[in-house]
């Protein structure tokens, strides 16, 4: 079960530092990803952090501003959000699926059973 928390309220350029919590104990082995889905719009790619490498990969729109972590420690995945813009407002959840997505489909929502109940930024301008 997963758990998406860190959402929250902040002006254009501000940041926020969400959080995926697993009652997993092996979450390490878990490929997991952030998507988000704004008003209006469909559920889109954000980020992607693999087990074992931790081979990171980002959606174009965030890249340079958003970093995908992991403590495996805590069983928790992390996405740093810096530079949000209003365009970043949408409902953001995490997703995880047991050891590895290949590559071609880490950016697809099927590829994840696992899903948190989302956590909402609002950034305004």
């Known amino acids: 079960q997963l758990q998406a928390s860190g959402g929250g309220w902040v002006q254009a350029g501000g940041s926020l530092r969400l959080s995926c919590a697993a009652s997993?104990?092996?979450?390490?082995?878990?490929?997991v990803a952030w998507f988000r889905q704004g008003p209006g719009k469909e559920r889109e790619f954000v980020a992607v952090?693999?087990?074992?490498?931790?081979?990171?990969f980002y959606a174009d729109s965030v890249k340079g501003r958003f970093t995908i972590s992991r403590d495996n420690a805590k069983n928790t995945v992390y996405l740093q959000m810096n530079s949000l813009k209003p365009e970043d407002t949408a409902v953001y959840y995490c997703a995880a699926k047991y050891q590895q997505v290949i590559v071609s489909a880490l950016r697809d929502p099927r590829s994840y059973d696992n899903w948190g109940q989302g956590t909402l930024v609002t950034v305004s301008s």
């Open positions: 952090i693999r087990w074992g490498s931790g081979y990171t």
């Open positions: 997993e104990r092996t979450f390490s082995r878990y490929t």
